[in-house]
């Protein structure tokens, strides 16, 4: 398949377990955040987003969570499963509903391990 | 509804010619930006587009142009390319109403510059 980026983080973890994966973002004026999955051969599709005046939303078996002090996004999967494995970006929305523009991170590969 | 379509899905190219990509949006969706995708660079944005006019453009040089129809499809185009062209390009469309900045993308055109 193809590769999104060639020096990724990678995590690695095994079929079942929980995942944890984090993002720093650079604005700290940015109000809106969001998780993509990237697939190989696929565009990045949305998985859970989170406003800046909340610290934690939860989805279906996903969570985000928001730390505007530092500046620090996690997403967590619960009982991740092989399909979860993708490259996962975290995107922020410097101008909230004004501007579509996102500025996305680097990205983190994840591989579930059956 | 039908997701965002771009074609074609692969290009190549050789240096100095231009390329058209095309992008059909979500059914209903009236914004369309598009993104840059490269190892190195990751996910940059290029530009968006909402009602026919460029909203807002990301840090890109004029070589990279693009437009919008009445019926909200879009074209990027790359005049003159570079090998350093060579990425997948993304669009992404989203619903300006919804007041969130989802942006819901498609598969891609790779295009390789030789």
């Known amino acids: 398949g193809e590769s999104v980026g060639l020096h990724l983080p990678t995590l690695s973890v095994q079929e079942g377990d929980n995942s944890i994966i984090n993002c720093a973002y650079s604005?700290?004026?940015?109000?809106?955040f969001i998780w993509y999955k990237q697939e190989s051969g696929k565009g990045p599709q949305f998985i859970i987003d989170?406003?800046?005046?909340?610290d934690k939303r939860q989805g279906q078996r996903v969570t985000v969570l928001l730390n505007k002090t530092v500046k620090h996004l996690s997403l967590q999967i619960a009982a991740t499963q092989p399909g979860d494995s993708a490259v996962y970006f975290c995107?922020?929305?410097?101008?909230?509903?004004?501007?579509?523009?996102?500025?996305f991170g680097q990205g983190t590969e994840l591989s579930v391990k059956p | 509804k039908a997701g965002v379509t771009q074609t074609p899905r692969y290009l190549i190219k050789t240096r100095g010619q231009q390329v058209t990509l095309s992008c059909s949006p979500i059914?209903?969706?009236?914004?369309v930006s598009w993104y840059q995708q490269t190892p190195g660079q990751g996910l940059q944005f290029l530009f968006e587009?909402?009602?026919?006019?460029?909203?807002n453009k990301g840090n890109f040089p004029g070589r990279f142009s693009g437009r919008q129809f009445s019926n909200s499809r879009s074209e990027m185009n790359v005049s003159t390319l570079e090998l350093g062209d060579s990425a997948l390009y993304l669009c992404?469309?989203?619903?300006?109403?919804?007041?969130?900045?989802?942006?819901?993308f498609g598969a891609g055109t790779r295009l390789s510059v030789l």
């Open positions: 995107a922020e929305n410097p101008l909230y509903n004004q501007g579509g523009k996102l500025i």
């Open positions: 992404a469309s989203r619903d300006r109403s919804s007041g969130k900045n989802i942006q819901y």
């Open positions: 587009y909402f009602s026919e006019t460029q909203r």
């Open positions: 059914s209903g969706h009236r914004s």
């Open positions: 604005n700290s004026a940015s109000d809106y």
């Open positions: 989170i406003r800046s005046n909340m």
